[in-house]
T-cell receptor, first 117, second 111 residues
């Protein structure tokens, strides 16, 4: 149980295009999902908290107009990187909070490698 | 500033040796998780500890949560090459369950 999927796993795009990444909780309902980015050899950096049916809460320094987050249902959150540039290239990881288990347990997706040319 | 300090940053040992990774903070956490991450993949949850003084065992891995819920340790007995990976501790301080991550400890176990 507690499986989180991400799609796509890898994407290469041209500068200026927008990229959408999906995060799904497959066997539980997630009222809260989180989006992280990770640079090589570094830890995870929280970008935003996504709550079902409400606006996402962004961490300081994260541009909300650039990283659009939609949490349309209890099993799906999407992150759209708008007008992507090479500096947006990174490993993006989502996680989902399973409120049915130990309160603060998060389960992570396998990540999406974004490369902007 | 990292809320959770992990040490050491890097650990290279031979198969069969033991190792301990530490996670320390001046803040109190309602719970603390340990994850292992391999290159190009998402972190995989190993354990969640919630009670001060709690000790949990997962095969050759032993996790301990400090009495004051400010620190934790991960001990691996008789390490194997399959234990190689980035070990991350993460603690929750707010009602949303938002996690604060340590910088990670890269463990390499050579045959």
């Amino acid at each position: 149980g507690a499986v989180v999927s991400q799609h796509p796993s890898r994407v290469i795009c041209k500068s200026g295009t927008s990229v959408k990444i999906e995060c799904r909780s497959l066997d539980f309902q997630a009222t809260t999902m989180f989006w992280y980015r990770q640079f090589p050899k570094q830890s995870l950096m929280l970008m935003a908290t996504s709550n079902e049916g409400s606006k996402a809460t962004y961490e300081q320094g994260v541009e909300k107009d650039k990283f659009l987050i939609n949490h349309a249902s209890l099993t799906l959150s999407t992150l759209t990187v708008t007008s992507a540039h090479p500096e947006d290239s990174s490993f993006y990881i989502c996680s989902a909070r399973d409120g049915g288990r130990v309160a603060d347990t998060q389960y992570f997706g396998p990540g999406t490698r974004l490369t902007v040319l | 500033t990292q809320l959770l300090e992990q040490s050491p940053q890097f650990l290279s040992i031979q198969e069969g040796e033991n190792l301990t990774v530490y996670c320390n903070s001046s803040s109190v956490f309602s719970s603390l998780q340990w994850y292992r991450q391999e290159p190009g993949e998402g972190p995989v949850l190993l354990v969640t500890v919630v009670t001060g003084g709690e000790v949990k065992k997962l095969k050759r891995l032993t996790f301990q949560f400090g009495d004051a819920r400010k620190d934790s340790s991960l001990h691996i007995t008789a390490a194997q090459p399959g234990d190689t990976g980035l070990y991350l501790c993460a603690g929750s301080t707010d009602s949303w369950g938002k996690l604060q991550f340590g910088a990670g400890t890269q463990v390499v176990v050579t045959p």
